[in-house]
Structures are given as structure tokens and as C-alpha cells.
């Protein structure tokens, strides 16, 4: 079976590496330093198995295990971790895979054996245990078959767009599978719906402006570009949602 590795610390990898050469049952297709690459290298290379350590800098391992679950053949997830007995006896409970630090040989062939491919719940089961953030940090696009990190902090606001949801950011447009519902309870602190299809990032507001017809619209900061005259604008805040939207902006 193809495995990849990830961790940040160039030693780890090396230990996992040098182990399962020794196995001789699996074949290392590549190693990455952090989420971001694995994610990458994961879409190209199709691992079955990915060893996955958990506290990494920026995209950390449990929402990189988000990402790579959202692939139409998501590889089996083993996690590396250093964690204390409590959250070893969580991951157990779920029948999750994993591998304490510093890596034994037996764990290492014991969980390989019996990887299992996790679920959007039972990541977000762990996610709790661990005392991680349970939100994503960034959103993932398909692009030319290939998976595309988009930092949520980069997003002015996203709407439906037929059977996807189009996001808005600052390098431009992508579709993403995530429904308006989820993300707007993933990031209800950062998001505000304006309308039925589309929520708006409160930080990327820069007002409300009365439109010629007597609806109500949001304008984006730095956004000079919108037509008063246009009857389909897409960030045209219904009646239903204006006094939640005039609330959020005033910090409530």
C-alpha cells in the first residue's frame, strides 16, 4: 500500500520512513513538512495510508485530515501524536489510528494494519477531545482535479452557485462542495447571511447602501465597481435578513 508521511520535523519523517522500509508490505510515495503540502501531494500521488501529525504550524492535522476526507477516495488516516494518555484513550475509543511519539515498531505496523478512514464526525469528535479549533482555517476548492487551500481569512463572502457554492476571495472565484447551511454554522462569527444564497464576511463590509429601487445592499470594502443600476447584484440583503446584517455590523 502507497503511504505518505507528514510531519514538520524532518527526524520524524525519517524514523516513520526508515520503519516501514523495514516492513517491506508498504511503499513511502512522498514525504511533506506541513498540511498544505500533504494536501498537495495527496491529490497527485493518491496515497492509501497517510501518516499524519497532528500539531503542525499553520494547517495542523486534524484539519488537514478534513481536507484530504473530502477527496472522492480519501486515504486511510493515522495520526502521529504526542499526546497524553487522555487523548490516546480517546482515539482509541473511536477506533481511530494512531501512533504515539516516539514512534515503536509495533505500534507503528499495529495501526497500519487496522487504518480506517475517518469520518466528518468522528473528526469532529476528535477535534473536541483534543482541545483543538474546531474551525477551518481555509476552505478547499477542486481545481484542474488538484485540491486548493483557500484561507478563510482571504473570503469577502460566498453564494450558491447551482449544486456548489462559489467562493469569493481575494485571488478571485473557485467552487467548493461545502453547502451555505454548513458554512455558515462553521463560521457563524465570521459570516453573516444577507440573503437566501449568499454570506457575507462581517470584516470585509464596508456599509450598507440604499439602491435606486429602495433595496438595500452590502458594498465591499475597496469595492468601487458595483452598478447601483443592477437589478441582479448578488449582495442585495433581503428584508428578512436586513435587522440581523445592521446588528452584526454594529458588533451584536
Known amino acids: 500500500m502507497k503511504v505518505l508521511i507528514v510531519d514538520d520535523e524532518k527526524p520524524a519523517r525519517d524514523r516513520l520512513r526508515q520503519l516501514i522500509d523495514d516492513f517491506g508490505t508498504h511503499e513511502v510515495v512522498g514525504e511533506a513538512a506541513n498540511g498544505e503540502e500533504a494536501i498537495a501531494m495527496a491529490t497527485s500521488l493518491r496515497p492509501e495510508i497517510v501518516l499524519l501529525d497532528i500539531r503542525m504550524p499553520g494547517v495542523d492535522g486534524i484539519e488537514t485530515a478534513h481536507h484530504l476526507n473530502a477527496m472522492q477516495t480519501p486515504p486511510a488516516v493515522v495520526f502521529t501524536t504526542a499526546y497524553d494518555e487522555y487523548a490516546i484513550d480517546a482515539f482509541d475509543a473511536r477506533a481511530i489510528g494512531y501512533v504515539l511519539k516516539p514512534v515503536r515498531r509495533e505500534r507503528l505496523e499495529r495501526a497500519l494494519e487496522h487504518a480506517s478512514r475517518l469520518t466528518g464526525q468522528i473528526l469532529n469528535e476528535l477535534t473536541n477531545d483534543s482541545q483543538l479549533e474546531s474551525r477551518r482555517n481555509h476552505v478547499c476548492a477542486r481545481v484542474h482535479g488538484e485540491l486548493r487551500l483557500i484561507p478563510v481569512s482571504d473570503v469577502s463572502f460566498f453564494n450558491s ?92
Do not use: W
Open 161 to 252: 452557485d447551482q449544486k456548489y457554492t462559489c467562493v469569493h476571495h481575494v485571488e478571485g472565484e473557485d467552487l467548493i462542495e461545502d453547502s451555505l447551511k454548513a458554512l455558515e454554522q462553521e463560521f457563524a462569527g465570521r459570516f453573516v447571511r444577507i440573503h437566501r444564497g449568499a454570506l457575507v464576511a462581517v470584516d470585509k463590509i464596508d456599509k450598507l447602501e440604499k439602491m435606486t429601487d429602495g433595496k438595500t445592499r452590502v458594498v465591499l470594502r475597496g469595492d468601487a465597481n458595483q452598478d447601483d443600476n443592477d437589478p441582479n447584484d448578488e449582495l442585495v440583503i433581503s428584508r428578512r435578513h436586513l435587522a440581523t446584517v445592521r446588528r452584526r455590523l454594529k458588533g451584536g
